[in-house]
């Protein structure tokens, strides 16, 4: 199984990143998938998840400015990040969960990350 994150990068507050996580291994369609992201010195945080069907979950106040979508023909996860936040920098992570999909922390497979940071 590998997931690999792409799009990180650097931006200004109030800017806008799409991440997009290409899996591989196992059968994507359907998994829960689900993105999360840690910054530094500090805990890894749940962004959200969703499940096979499409439908989104979101931890926290993030739904409204970020957006998780999946395409499964082409086995990618997206996390569009819109009126981005300093607080948003850190390590955005993706992964996978064979059973069930919800406000999950706990997950089957996970990616590396891809680091993005914004900057006030």
């Known amino acids: 199984v590998v997931l690999v994150e792409s799009g990180g990068g650097s931006v200004q507050a109030g800017g806008s990143l799409t991440l997009s996580c290409v899996a591989s291994g196992f059968t994507f369609s359907t998994h829960c998938l689900g993105w999360f992201r840690q910054a530094p010195e500090s805990w890894r945080e749940g962004v959200g998840t969703?499940?096979?069907?499409?439908?989104?979950y979101y931890f926290g106040s993030l739904k409204g400015r970020f957006t998780i979508s999946r395409d499964n023909a082409k086995n990618t996860l997206y996390l569009k990040m819109d009126s981005l936040k300093p607080e948003d920098t850190g390590t955005y992570i993706c992964?996978?969960?064979?059973?069930?999909?919800?406000?999950?922390?706990?997950?089957?497979?996970w990616g590396n990350g891809t680091l993005v940071s914004v900057s006030s």
């Open positions: 969703i499940d096979s069907d499409g439908r989104a």
């Open positions: 992964a996978a969960r064979s059973a069930g999909c919800g406000l999950y922390h706990s997950m089957d497979y």
